[in-house]
């Protein structure tokens, strides 16, 4: 199918998109535009894995002054724009080097529904968990994970049923939002989210709120009301509303399992292992919305369940129960490994099944030569 997708984002049309213009010209014609996606990617994790380092358990910018070293910061705000930018010319220069594939398609939005809970889990090191004075609690933060993924998973279940991928509007202003707090850390110090800003408000209480705002009041009525001009238009690509819906059964059903374990946790295992579980809830999600990617490129159904459901409901049951007794903090290690492990063999599986498919190289704009 071909690619098709909406900006209408004042922020990006106006502002972000001619910066775009001017840095692409400088990329040579013989990078691959996969390259620069994936370049973009790398330096997202090798970010966040920089800041775990300093703060594996969401406390070190609760302290005053906070123990993570401001070079830190803003490298991270570095970073941050670089990956943005970058994930936002892959596409542009893709079209200037004539080489738009199904494959890119799939390795930009696939990269992206794992960055998406990347960006989030970092940019929760700036506020600190809650320890009695300033911070945020683990459920705010597992709550605030949920409704960006909620979002992303939107985009996509829309795409699916219409064909067109319609920007959401949070994503450049998230981005833009990111890297101005990383700057703040960084010049101003973690200081600046440990005192009320307005109303005995922080600083992060407002994000949240406008974060809550713009999903609920926002981004979920907008395509709720894009599917149904393309219904009304007879555009809609399922006929059916089982079909329509099929893609949202896995997502949610995992939301359910996650949300059972964090509440209903003998050992409070999110309290325990924030970082643990919060990475191991993106990377799961991040392989459910890459088969409905797949899906929504091919035109094919999704299944009902993701077999990930399987051995989740399996440890969530175990844990919950009882069972895993002490052992549940080992097991949510193992299961992450577990789960990591499986999600970057499934994205190598099938990148490489694609590349051999349409004849071309992943991160090579060299034609493969016909066997």
């Not at 369940?305 to 049951?317: K, N």
């Amino acid at each position: 199918s071909q690619y098709s997708a909406v900006d209408t984002n004042p922020l990006s049309v106006y502002i972000m998109q001619p910066i775009w213009n001017e840095i692409i010209k400088i990329v040579p014609l013989w990078i691959a535009p996969n390259l620069l996606t994936f370049s973009g990617f790398v330096m997202i994790l090798f970010n966040y894995f920089l800041i775990s380092f300093y703060d594996w358990d969401y406390t070190a910018s609760g302290t005053s002054p906070g123990l993570v070293p401001t070079w830190v910061w803003l490298f991270s705000a570095f970073t941050t724009f670089c990956a943005y930018a970058l994930d936002s010319i892959d596409g542009k220069h893709a079209r200037r080097t004539q080489s738009s594939t199904p494959l890119g398609e799939l390795f930009d939005h696939g990269l992206d529904s794992w960055a998406t809970s990347i960006f989030v889990l970092s940019f929760f090191s700036v506020c600190s968990r809650d320890n009695g004075k300033t911070g945020v609690s683990v459920y705010t933060m597992y709550i605030y994970l949920s409704i960006v993924l909620f979002n992303f998973m939107c985009s996509h279940w829309e795409k699916y049923n219409t064909g067109v991928l319609f920007l959401p509007w949070g994503y450049d202003i998230s981005q833009v939002v990111l890297i101005a707090a990383y700057l703040l850390t960084g010049t101003v110090g973690v200081e600046i989210w440990q005192k009320p800003l307005l109303f005995g408000y922080y600083i992060t209480d407002l994000l949240v709120i406008l974060l809550i705002g713009f999903s609920l009041f926002l981004s979920f009525p907008q395509t709720l009301y894009n599917i149904h001009r393309a219904h009304i238009k007879k555009t809609l690509k399922n006929d059916s509303l089982y079909e329509g819906l099929l893609p949202l059964v896995s997502p949610l059903l995992l939301f359910v399992l996650l949300t059972v374990w964090v509440f209903l946790s003998p050992s409070n295992i999110l309290a325990k292992q924030p970082r643990l579980f919060l990475w191991m809830v993106g990377v799961a999600f991040s392989n459910v919305i890459c088969k409905v990617i797949i899906c929504q490129m091919s035109s094919t159904q999704p299944e009902l369940f993701h077999w990930f459901l399987f051995p989740l409901a399996l440890v969530v049951y175990a844990a919950i129960s009882g069972l895993l007794g002490c052992m549940e903090e080992a097991a949510l290690g193992i299961f992450t490994a577990l789960v990591t492990a499986a999600h970057v063999h499934y994205g190598v599986c099938v990148g490489r099944q694609l590349s051999e498919h349409l004849n071309i190289y992943i991160f090579s704009l060299k034609k493969r030569v016909q066997e």
